[in-house]
T-cell receptor, first 113, second 110 residues
Framework: EAQVTQNPRYLITVTGKKLTVTCSQN?????MSWYRQDPGLGLRQIYY???????DKGDVPEGYKVSRKEKRNFPLILESPSPNQTSLYFC????????????FGEGSRLTVL | GESVGLHLPTLSVQEGDNSIINCAYS??????FIWYKQESGKGPQFIID?????DKRQGQRVTVLLNKTVKHLSLQIAATQPGDSAVYFC?????????FGKGTRLHILP
């Protein structure tokens, strides 16, 4: 089954404690991206990657890092989380550069105290 | 700011009726638009897309209409069912990024 898998699905952490949210896809997709979803703001793109070793900033990249060492994985790294990064995070992947039929993960709800 | 927005945050429709969800965009150069459905507790799910060289595209029970003159996009759902209850997002491909609107919540009335 084609899917995008995120871990953890739920996490409560404290300010300044580094964390990584993993994302893995099994469809050999080239394009992957991370979004955060906040009430009243919809989905906003954090970072995206067009292919291995190619990453670009989205609309809200501050406070986040990503890496794309291999095609299937695209982890989101919060080096020093802050309370304003409390949000629902989605990883997504798609085959083509036109983003046709992008597939989203189930989401990771992060709370930073 | 975002170039894609929705006219109404909430839409209530009687079960069995047709639903129409609207979206406006501001970038006339955009050539690819997507509708997503997000059910409670889940990630967005692709519904249908349309390119700017088309005015209309139909799927199973869904139709997307694109009016480039007024930069307006709509999603029509025929014979709305309880399972259609969700938040619907329009999105636009802009400079390799998908820009989402803020979403419309569709309520189905029994």
């Amino acid at each position: 089954e084609a899917q995008v898998t995120q871990n953890p699905r739920y996490l409560i952490t404290v300010t300044g404690k580094k964390l990584t949210v993993t994302c893995s896809q099994n469809m050999n997709h080239e394009y992957m991206s991370w979004y955060r979803q906040d009430p009243g703001l919809g989905l906003r793109q954090i970072y995206y990657s067009m292919n291995v070793e190619v990453t670009d900033k989205g609309d809200v990249p501050e406070g986040y890092k990503v890496s794309r060492k291999e095609k299937r994985n695209f982890p989101l790294i919060l080096e020093s989380p802050s309370p304003n990064q409390t949000s629902l995070y989605f990883c997504a992947s798609s085959l083509s550069e036109d983003r046709e039929e992008t597939i989203f993960g189930e989401g990771s709800r992060l709370t930073v105290l | 700011g975002e170039s894609v927005g929705l006219h109404l945050p909430t839409l209530s429709v009687q079960e069995g009726d047709n639903s129409i969800i609207n979206c406006a965009y501001s970038n006339s150069a955009s050539d690819y638009f997507i509708w997503y459905k997000q059910e409670s507790g889940k990630g967005p799910q692709f519904i249908i897309d349309i390119r700017s060289n088309m005015d209309k595209r139909q799927g199973q029970r869904v139709t997307v209409l694109l009016n480039k003159t007024v930069k307006h996009l709509s999603l029509q759902i025929a014979a709305t069912q309880p399972g259609d209850s969700a938040v619907y997002f329009c999105a636009e491909l802009q400079d390799d990024k998908i820009i989402f609107g803020k979403g419309t919540r569709l309520h189905i009335l029994p």
